[in-house]
T-cell receptor, first 112, second 115 residues
Framework: QKEVEQNSGPLSVPEGAIASLNCTYS??????FFWYRQYSGKSPELIMF??SNGDKEDGRFTAQLNKASQYVSLLIRDSQPSDSATYLC????????????WGAGTKLIIKP | GAGVSQSPSNKVTEKGKDVELRCDPI?????LYWYRQSLGQGLEFLIY????????KSGLPSDRFSAERTGGSVSTLTIQRTQQEDSAVYLC?????????????FGPGTRLTVT
């Protein structure tokens, strides 16, 4: 059973601080890793993806991947109240027939 | 360009009726997923279409659920003899794949309420 685990939260972070969201996965053959943001009542939207070990930065967002430890993180710098949402981690697994496996999401609350 | 569209946006139906939910993916995207999401819950995978391959139906919760994708584009999810536990938001996701790139974009969803 291929699994993706996230702490459901809520994770409460003061405005302006760094929010750190974590995700672990079970399939060592996983190739690509994605972070989606979902506002209440809305569909998930892709915010970051990472394929290689290390860090990938995009504006205030940094994705970190450690394949040896099988975890992927999302850091949000200078957190804003508008960052309050549920963050979903997804992992791409499979050989000839890829499929995304989803975590249940972490609810992030940024306190003004 | 145009994103993923789904119709209807809301559907209220009586228990026991059949419903059809439609997804128009982004042109050129080869893969299409259906998920459902109950209030406050995560995404539940239902079915996955990849190119001309046989669909992965492993997530369909019962034989009342079926889906098809015509011409590699538009997809329809059909729920027969709806039950109250079928009430959820049904999300379609269109997926672009190229080499190591795998980007999935969601439609706005269909909110299904079974009374």
């Amino acid at each position: 059973q291929k699994e993706v685990e996230q702490n459901s939260g809520p994770l409460s972070v003061p405005e302006g601080a760094i929010a750190s969201l974590n995700c672990t996965y079970s399939d060592r053959g996983s190739q690509s890793f994605f972070w989606y943001r979902q506002y209440s009542g809305k569909s998930p939207e892709l915010i970051m993806f990472i394929y290689s070990n290390g860090d990938k930065e995009d504006g205030r967002f940094t994705a970190q991947l450690n394949k040896a430890s099988q975890y992927v993180s999302l850091l949000i710098r200078d957190s804003q109240p508008s960052d309050s949402a549920t963050y979903l981690c997804a992992v791409l697994v499979g050989g000839s027939n890829y499929q995304l496996i989803w975590g249940a999401g972490t609810k992030l609350i940024i306190k003004p | 360009g145009a994103g993923v569209s789904q119709s209807p946006s809301n559907k209220v139906t009586e228990k026991g009726k059949d419903v059809e939910l439609r997804c128009d993916p982004i042109s050129g995207h080869t893969a299409l997923y259906w998920y459902r999401q109950s209030l406050g819950q995560g995404l539940e995978f239902l079915i996955y279409f990849q190119g001309n391959s046989a669909p992965d139906k492993s997530g369909l919760p019962s034989d009342r659920f079926s889906a098809e994708r015509t011409g590699g584009s538009v997809s329809t999810l059909t729920i027969q003899r709806t039950q109250q536990e079928d009430s959820a938001v049904y999300l379609c996701a269109s997926t672009f794949t190229s080499g190591s790139s795998y980007e999935q974009y969601f439609g706005p969803g269909t909110r299904l309420t079974v009374t």
